[in-house]
């Protein structure tokens, strides 16, 4: 049987699901996984798959792949655009898309694993196929670690993966050490004294509260942190009040904060923490702030001997110039957990989904930040192809690098 890749990605786009709700998505792989004669587990990490293919003596090579959607409202035009709905932890209706081309991700290791079996006679070795829920949260890989997949399925010698971005399809971007950076996603609780709209001067405004807070954490990175190094905090969501004549007891903001190290993230958190309890202060709160860390992931850095020799390996394949180093990007992955677990490399790199001459006119204009959707947008839409092919391809290549040859 051929897998028909396309149509599975367009599956998966029109039917995207919040994190640890991958449910329909879990099903589609384990169809697939079957059809292939993959053996596999189900409910790993709750709704993560695994699936293993045992070929003979030699490494254990583990390709990872995330499978959850955000949620956003998809506004790309597709013809397969998703116009799915979905209940958020705090149990309000959302739309979903897979804005962070998690489908893309999927299909792709499908589309490897395909490929591995119908050669297993040119390797050796054991390919585990990690399908993991809520990347987006942050959550997914600790979970399929704490449901045991290092220890139900061969350990790995390496662990391997890519995500989809915003370069010109058929680009690969890798770089030895910190691919991507440390995050920590926090809640704060400012409380106040909620009251009368008319009477403010009997209240103790958490809103006012807020609103400063958010501007004093905007001056961290540029007024605290060396123009030469990275850190990023950003308050993503700002929650208060149902009316507007009633001043509410409290105010929540909703941060996201990023660094490349953890000498960078305790430097941080310190201010943040600083500001925000100097703020509630300043405002004549009666009880200090709450913060509570929601989730933390750690950098992720590749091994420079293994990322050396995958970036050879892949101009091998696809021609001198396909491989760029893409800098360090200050978004954050859960991937790294597997291998830090394992105590084995890691490789993760990022492959272009932006069609090649679109991407070009963009950057002659200076307009690529304007133009090119980047993850998380509503307009994101990886074109198709080549996008699809190459990220089969480059799975396919990392793992036979890293897989054994067959003896006489």
């Not at 003979?56 to 655009?81: F, H, I, N, S």
């Not at 305790?266 to 925000?276: H, S």
């Not at 677990?341 to 932006?354: C, K, Q, S």
Request: glycine share 10%; aromatic share 6%.
């Amino acid at each position: 049987m051929t897998l028909d890749l396309e149509a599975i990605y367009v599956d998966l786009h029109r039917h995207p699901e919040l994190s640890f709700q991958e449910t329909r998505t879990a099903g589609v792989i384990a169809q697939h996984l079957t059809a292939l004669g993959v053996e596999f587990e189900e409910g790993i990490g709750k709704t993560g798959v695994t699936g293993v293919i045992r070929n003979g003596e030699g490494p254990v090579v583990w390709l990872r792949a995330d499978m959850d959607a955000l949620p956003v409202p998809e506004q790309t035009g597709l013809e397969y655009a998703s116009t799915a709905r979905g209940t958020d932890p705090a149990g309000n209706d959302v739309p979903v898309m897979h804005a962070c081309g998690h489908d893309m991700h999927v299909t792709a290791l499908l589309g490897a694993l395909e490929r591995l079996v119908a050669t297993k006679g040119e390797w050796s070795g054991t390919v585990v196929a990690v399908f993991q829920p809520a990347e987006e949260y942050g959550a997914g890989s600790q979970a399929m670690i704490a449901d045991g997949v290092l220890e139900k399925f061969p350990k790995p010698d390496i662990v391997l993966g890519q995500h989809v971005t915003p370069l010109p399809a058929g680009t690969i971007g890798v770089r030895s050490g910190t691919q991507m950076a440390a995050s920590d996603g926090i809640t704060v609780t400012l409380l106040g004294r909620g009251g009368h709209g008319s009477r403010p001067q009997a209240t103790i405004d958490p809103i006012v509260m807020a609103a400063a807070t958010v501007m004093r954490l905007q001056t961290i990175v540029s007024r605290e942190v060396d123009p030469r190094d990275v850190a990023v905090v950003t308050v993503g969501s700002i929650h208060a009040g149902l009316k507007n004549n009633i001043i509410p007891a409290e105010a929540k903001l909703e941060l996201s904060l990023r660094y490349p190290d953890d000498v960078a993230r305790a430097r941080v958190l310190e201010k943040v923490e600083r500001i925000v309890r100097a703020e509630a202060q300043a405002s004549g709160a009666e009880e200090p702030p709450v913060i509570v860390t929601d989730h933390t992931l750690p950098p992720t850095i590749n091994d420079a001997e293994s990322t050396a020799r995958l970036s050879a390996a892949f101009d091998a394949a696809f021609g001198e110039g396909t491989v760029i180093d893409p800098g360090m990007f200050t978004g954050s992955e859960d991937v790294s957990w597997f291998a830090r677990e394992a105590g084995v490399p890691l490789v993760f790199w990022f492959w272009g989904g932006v069609d090649p001459a679109k991407f070009a006119e963009a950057t002659a204009a200076g307009t690529v930040e304007r133009d090119i959707p980047t993850n998380h947008s509503p307009f994101f839409a990886p074109v198709l192809q080549p996008t699809l092919s190459r990220g089969v391809d480059a799975l396919v290549v990392a793992a036979r690098e890293f897989l054994g040859t067959p003896t006489a």
